[in-house]
């Protein structure tokens, strides 16, 4: 059964300055995710904006937005295909159980000035 559906879509450009500002990625960004992110040289700052856009539509998803979760513990990473896949933990691991998530299904995209994501989330098996 589907619990819900987010979408989101973030301007590279905003990743693009928040590059230039000490600190900021590391608050937002799991320190497994910029590893990935920004191994892609000069396609991180796309691999960043389409990760906060998934980001964000987890919070949609789950339906009370990102409002108590430390973006930290949502976790995009790529499965050994290339697949993305969100991982959960802590507080965005608590957030989901609570909606009645099981699942989380991820699907990214981007192209020059934008990142999209949409996730979904399963539930009652």
């Keep these: 059964m589907i619990i819900g559906v987010g979408l989101d879509v ?13 600190g900021l990625l590391e608050r937002y960004f799991h320190p497994d995710e910029l590893k990935a992110a920004l191994s892609r040289g ?3 700052t796309l691999s960043l904006a389409a990760r906060f856009a ?3 539509a987890f919070g949609k998803a789950i339906g ?11 976790l ?3 499965n050994h295909n290339g697949k993305p896949c969100l991982e959960v933990f802590g507080n965005a691991l608590q957030a989901l159980k609570v909606a009645g998530g099981e699942r989380v299904h991820l699907s ?7 990142a999209l994501a ?7 098996s």
């Design 10 to 22: 973030v301007h590279v450009s905003r990743m693009e300055r928040w590059t230039s500002i000490p």
């Design 108 to 114: 990214l995209t981007h192209e020059r000035d934008n």
């Design 54 to 56: 998934a980001k964000e």
């Design 64 to 74: 009370i937005g990102l409002h108590g979760i430390t973006l930290k513990n949502i």
């Design 118 to 124: 949409m996730v979904v989330i399963e539930g009652g």
């Design 76 to 78: 995009v990473i790529n």
């Design 42 to 44: 000069s396609s991180a």
